[in-house]
């Protein structure tokens, strides 16, 4: 793993919008990309960047199940108000979380996964180490599959909702082993609530207890920390 230290969010956010402009310049067509509160600087700086995504493909990693795109909440509303508004891709997917067959669905999702094979993945991590949806004791080898959300990831999602009982209890999810195919990953993370999911995922063993940690075994894996992010480091 590749260790980027910068001095916040912003800069962080400048840093990975750099990484998608060289992946693009490479040639890379499809970007696999994150919500949540950390890739938002991300985005805005991919937003007063140059880079034109009018040829390329994106994939998300997640959706809420019960939430369809016309839900402020859901991610592909957050998709739309923080990059797609502003740089459309040719085609971008997320997971449909009002489908009525969720298992269909989920072998959709991976059909476009095959179909569209991701040069260049972005991610966050949760507090207890998830990345996508995959929350701890998930399979290294998973695909896309419906995920029970935990406590601990309500609770740290509620901040995006009026109140905590309205955080769906589920999601679908990009797997492990999805997410481990792509051939670039940048994984952010901001704050000291990070600290201790960033040192489990660069110092501790690699774990299925500790989803991130299976990213020691990926041969290129940018990690993009600020100094409270980064405390549990060396
Ligand atoms: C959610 C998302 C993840 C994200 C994580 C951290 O659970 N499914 O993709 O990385 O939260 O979110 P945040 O960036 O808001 O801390």
Do not use: W
Request: net charge negative.
């Amino acid at each position: 793993m590749k260790i980027e230290l910068v001095t916040d969010a912003t800069a962080g956010g400048k840093k990975a919008a750099e990484y998608f402009l060289a992946a693009k310049q490479d040639g890379v067509k499809t970007f696999g990309l994150a919500t949540g509160g950390t890739p938002v600087t991300t985005y805005a700086a991919l937003v007063a960047g140059e880079i034109d995504f009018g040829d390329a493909v994106s994939l998300n990693l997640d959706e809420y199940v019960g939430l369809g795109a016309n839900d402020p909440q859901s991610y592909a509303a957050y998709m739309q108000a923080h990059l797609f508004s502003q740089k459309p891709f040719a085609a971008s997917y997320l997971p449909n979380g009002l489908a009525s067959d969720l298992a269909a669905e989920c072998a959709r999702y991976d059909q476009l996964v095959a179909e569209n094979p991701i040069g260049l993945q972005l991610l966050g991590i949760g507090e207890n180490g998830h990345i996508g949806f995959n929350e701890p004791g998930t399979s290294f080898d998973s695909s896309t599959h419906l995920v029970n959300l935990t406590e601990s990831t309500i609770k740290a999602n509620a901040r995006f909702f009026a109140r905590e009982n309205q955080v769906p209890r589920q999601a679908l999810s990009m797997g492990i082993g999805t997410i481990m195919q792509a051939k670039q990953i940048i994984l952010e993370a901001y704050g000291e609530k990070k600290a201790a999911a960033i040192k489990a995922m660069v110092k501790g063993p690699v774990t299925e207890a500790v989803p991130a940690s299976v990213l020691q075994r990926h041969e290129n894996v940018i990690v993009i920390v600020d100094p409270a992010a980064a405390a549990g480091l060396d």
